[in-house]
């Protein structure tokens, strides 16, 4: 049998943290906690902390009410082909095409290793354009074709077009960031149309991530 005195220890321990289960304040701090582990987080090589002055360039991080490059078709359109990828996510997203830095390339959907490896990916949780939010991408700089690697090149102005079946979103860079490697609140949607395009900073190393940020400025539908 236990002894008497380490019964009444074991109760205690035992009372004492079911006290704490109950307390409301445990509560909270475990929803944070899961918050934290269950909010996104950058593809690997692909607090909202951003790297010291200097290290951004562009526009202005406030969202502004712009209007909309997209009909009402373009919008329905854009709703069908995301639940399209949702039902089969092995499709060909779109195509990316940055003048500046002679790339084209397909965007293919996920960002897993495996998907990356292959080319730059869209992060799924996030909306097509159309959709009324954030639509985020990611590649790699110095490994598995390098497709990002000049994507620091980009300035304010410069011209991305991204080719769906539903249409052609044509964006005008707006900023370029140096953030940390958990720093997604760069890339959430605010209530507008955007597009971020990340990857490791710098060449090489996971250290950080480089966020181009560009917005629509028209939209052309397939015929």
Same mark, same amino acid.
């Given at each position: 049998?236990?002894?008497?005195?380490?019964?009444?220890?074991?109760?205690?321990?035992?009372?004492?943290?079911?006290?704490?289960?109950?307390?409301?304040?445990?509560?909270? =701090?475990?929803?944070?906690?899961?918050?934290?582990?269950?909010?996104?987080?950058?593809?690997?090589?692909?607090?909202?902390?951003?790297?010291? $002055?200097?290290?951004?360039?562009?526009?202005?991080?406030?969202?502004?009410?712009?209007?909309?490059?997209?009909?009402?078709?373009?919008?329905?359109?854009?709703?069908?082909?995301?639940?399209?990828?949702?039902?089969?996510?092995?499709?060909?997203?779109?195509?990316?095409?940055?003048?500046?830095?002679?790339?084209?390339?397909?965007?293919?959907?996920?960002?897993?290793?495996?998907?990356?490896?292959?080319?730059?990916?869209?992060?799924?949780?996030?909306?097509?354009?159309?959709?009324?939010?954030?639509?985020?991408?990611?590649?790699?700089?110095?490994?598995?074709?390098?497709?990002?690697?000049?994507?620091?090149?980009?300035?304010?102005?410069?011209?991305?077009? =991204?080719?769906?079946?539903?249409? =052609?979103?044509?964006?005008?860079? $707006?900023?370029?960031?140096?953030?940390?490697?958990?720093?997604?609140? +760069?890339?959430?949607?605010?209530?507008?149309?955007?597009?971020?395009?990340?990857?490791?900073?710098?060449?090489?190393?996971?250290?950080?991530?480089? +966020?181009?940020?560009?917005?629509?400025?028209?939209?052309?539908?397939?015929?």
């Amino acid at each position: 049998m236990m002894p008497e005195t380490a019964l009444r220890q074991k109760t205690s321990s035992r009372s004492k943290w079911l006290r704490r289960t109950r307390d409301p304040r445990a509560w909270w =701090v475990g929803a944070f906690l899961a918050a934290l582990l269950l909010a996104p987080i950058y593809p690997s090589c692909g607090g909202t902390e951003a790297v010291p $002055t200097g290290h951004e360039s562009g526009r202005s991080s406030v969202a502004t009410e712009r209007p909309s490059v997209f009909s009402d078709e373009a919008k329905i359109s854009a709703w069908v082909w995301k639940s399209q990828l949702e039902t089969n996510p092995e499709q060909i997203v779109c195509r990316l095409v940055i003048p500046r830095i002679g790339l084209e390339v397909d965007v293919l959907e996920m960002t897993q290793d495996a998907v990356l490896e292959k080319g730059p990916g869209h992060w799924p949780e996030t909306p097509v354009p159309g959709q009324g939010g954030h639509f985020v991408v990611s590649g790699h700089r110095s490994t598995y074709g390098s497709v990002f690697l000049r994507l620091d090149e980009l300035l304010p102005g410069d011209s991305i077009e =991204v080719l769906f079946p539903y249409g =052609v979103v044509e964006y005008e860079v $707006t900023r370029s960031l140096i953030v940390g490697v958990e720093d997604t609140g +760069v890339v959430w949607s605010r209530g507008v149309e955007e597009l971020s395009l990340t990857t490791c900073h710098p060449p090489g190393s996971e250290e950080y991530r480089l +966020v181009v940020q560009a917005e629509p400025v028209s939209f052309t539908p397939r015929e």
